[in-house]
T-cell receptor
Framework: DAGITQSPRHKVTETGTPVTLRCHQTENHRYMYWYRQDPGHGLRLIHYSYGVKDTDKGEVSDGYSVSRSKTEDFLLTLESATSSQTSVYFC????????????FGPGTRLTVT | GESVGLHLPTLSVQEGDNSIINCAYSNSASDYFIWYKQESGKGPQFIIDIRSNMDKRQGQRVTVLLNKTVKHLSLQIAATQPGDSAVYFCAENRDSGAGSYQLTFGKGTKLSVIP
């Protein structure tokens, strides 16, 4: 998975609790992305980062925030988890030198009860 | 083809046959396309890409065809093997203007290989 780790890999949490997912890369790539994957919707972009402290919203950003204080780490926070945020979350990285290819992490399965 | 509901389109092929997976993309200004393979429980993996100034690109056992007139992309897998069983996604480049080059993903097609 191209030097990308995600933690935790699985999490069950209750509605209303805060949750933070971590993405860590060892590739020193500039761009990092958070996606969620749900049946019937494919991969949808939540937030992305184009550098340390530089982030922007994606297609489905409501209820999520992100932070990137170091090149290698990109955190996704659900301030108050809801059942609709039950999903599989993928982190991706890219360098965008000659290609727009993104490399994906192994995913985090989050269940909100 | 692309999913329009909760269930992925499924393609079943006999081992050794060729597979063709189709994708319709949405943005006529997209200039770059990627095919990803996703095995169960794993993240998507890059298969092959193509730029809009090309009609065809070949890799190892895979070929991508691009028809810009009808905004259609296809992935051909030659001599399909059991290890090819997975969900296949197409993705198109959409420059967000901030230089982030977002990818927009299709909903995927599930390929099942019959031994």
């Amino acid at each position: 998975d191209a030097g990308i780790t995600q933690s935790p890999r699985h999490k069950v949490t209750e509605t209303g609790t805060p949750v933070t997912l971590r993405c860590h890369q060892t590739e020193n790539h500039r761009y990092m992305y958070w996606y969620r994957q749900d049946p019937g919707h494919g991969l949808r972009l939540i937030h992305y980062s184009y550098g340390v402290k530089d982030t922007d919203k994606g297609e489905v950003s409501d209820g999520y925030s992100v932070s990137r204080s170091k090149t290698e780490d990109f955190l996704l926070t659900l301030e108050s988890a809801t059942s609709s945020q039950t999903s599989v979350y993928f982190c991706a990285i890219s360098e965008l030198v000659g290609t727009y290819e993104q490399y994906f992490g192994p995913g985090t399965r989050l269940t909100v009860t | 083809g692309e999913s329009v509901g909760l269930h992925l389109p499924t393609l079943s092929v006999q081992e050794g046959d060729n597979s063709i997976i189709n994708c319709a993309y949405s943005n006529s200004a997209s200039d770059y396309f990627i095919w990803y393979k996703q095995e169960s429980g794993k993240g998507p993996q890059f298969i092959i890409d193509i730029r809009s100034n090309m009609d065809k690109r070949q890799g190892q056992r895979v070929t991508v065809l691009l028809n810009k007139t009808v905004k259609h992309l296809s992935l051909q897998i030659a001599a399909t093997q059991p290890g090819d069983s997975a969900v296949y996604f197409c993705a198109e480049n959409r420059d967000s203007g901030a230089g982030s080059y977002q990818l927009t993903f299709g909903k995927g097609t599930k390929l099942s290989v019959i031994p």
